[in-house]
């Protein structure tokens, strides 16, 4: 179901309408918003929807586990909910790229290989509902994080609609509180929603459209009838285009939730006024950028090493970072060169903080 149709609008006036309805009982708003949410995405497969709620069943009950247990074991049940969680993004996004990937390393040594084809589902949205999961457990492990009261909090938490397919990532401390309190309507959120809503669909349907339609898709399909001044033009459409969709999709999400009593965080700053690669990525997909540095970059060691581990442990996230964008290896190479641009930005950048350190020492 397209946020931008004619289906999502009725869907939406009914569930806002049922939500709205029975007042300030936040039980039965939970259940409300739960039971549209699970509709939500069934239109998209019912598959997909059983998978969801298979992990929201396991990773509620870890939680539990993780704020009952103590020493050791707490490590270990965290252990088991990444490994299970990581496992699940493993088989339903990675598994036939792995596949392919050492069929052609097999034909690269001259083995002749050939390792069965499994048909399998990708379940659209399940990178984020799966890292929102991630991100619950460890706030808990860490006692940093929200315990959902319960298991329809949970369940609401991780697939609340609005967010469920395309983010932003939200942690517990962001949605959990608001699931457990009383709704509250204000005139200025929907002033605030309804001003998102219209930026998010002049964004998706007009922008994004119109750039795709005339100039990006046609100069891709066929780059030869192109000059290298309309190829770089459509270059340069695509990412407008790409920035259109993404950032209007969560204008959209974030209208929606408002609507319902819920506020959602923004998700992008403006990110193509940033002056360099580092400032980029603090103003783009803010969400994910934020969960990498919290969860990957700063266990790693974070900036707190030396200079060449610091430099490590940005190319190592930002490879991961290419690898949750996608099972190919243009995503991976992707992710290899902004680590490497931002390890060299990084370097610059402290090399010239120490200068102009050393330069007012000896003024002085």
């Not at 069965?116 to 509902?129: A, D, E, K, Q, R």
């Not at 007009?206 to 100069?219: D, W």
């Not at 990412?239 to 965080?265: K, N």
Request: one cysteine or more; a positive charge.
């Amino acid at each position: 179901m397209q946020f931008a149709s004619l289906g999502y609008l009725g869907f939406f006036v009914l569930t806002a309408t049922l939500t709205w309805s029975i007042g300030r009982k936040t039980d039965t708003r939970n259940i409300i918003l739960l039971i549209a949410s699970y509709y939500f995405y069934a239109q998209i497969s019912t598959q997909a929807l059983a998978l969801l709620i298979l992990s929201t069943s396991i990773n509620y009950l870890l939680g539990e586990l993780i704020v009952l247990s103590k020493g050791d074991f707490r490590h270990w049940i965290l252990s088991f909910g990444i490994a299970f969680n990581l496992g699940l993004l493993g088989v339903f996004k990675y598994l036939n790229f792995f596949r392919e990937s050492l069929e052609h390393l097999a034909y690269f040594l001259g083995v002749e290989a050939h390792i069965p084809i499994v048909s399998m589902l990708l379940p659209i949205g399940i990178s984020f509902y799966t890292f929102q999961a991630l991100a619950y457990l460890i706030d808990l492990y860490r006692w940093q994080g929200v315990k959902a009261k319960t298991l329809i909090d949970f369940a609401l938490f991780q697939s609340f609609f609005p967010q469920l397919l395309i983010g932003p990532i939200c942690r517990s401390i962001d949605l959990l509180p608001q699931i457990h309190r009383k709704p509250e309507y204000t005139v200025h959120n929907t002033v605030l929603a309804s001003n998102l809503i219209i930026s998010g669909l002049f964004k998706k349907i007009i922008l994004a459209t119109i750039l795709h339609e005339h100039g990006v898709s046609e100069a891709f399909q066929d780059p030869e009838s192109y000059s290298m001044i309309g190829l770089w033009g459509a270059m340069f459409g695509y990412t407008i285009q790409l920035y259109c969709d993404f950032s209007g999709y969560t204008d959209l999400a974030r209208g929606s939730a408002l609507l319902l009593g819920f506020h959602l965080p923004d998700n992008f700053n403006r990110p193509y006024t940033a002056s360099n690669l580092g400032e980029f990525w603090q103003k783009w997909h803010i969400s994910f950028s934020q969960w990498l540095r919290d969860y990957i970059y700063i266990p790693l060691g974070g900036s707190f090493r030396s200079p060449l581990r610091v430099s490590f442990n940005l190319f190592l996230t930002f490879l991961f970072c290419g690898f949750w964008h996608g099972a190919s290896w243009g995503y991976i190479l992707w992710g290899a060169l902004h680590g490497i641009g931002l390890a060299l930005h990084k370097r610059n950048r402290d090399r010239r903080r120490q200068r102009k350190h050393k330069g007012g020492i000896e003024r002085r």
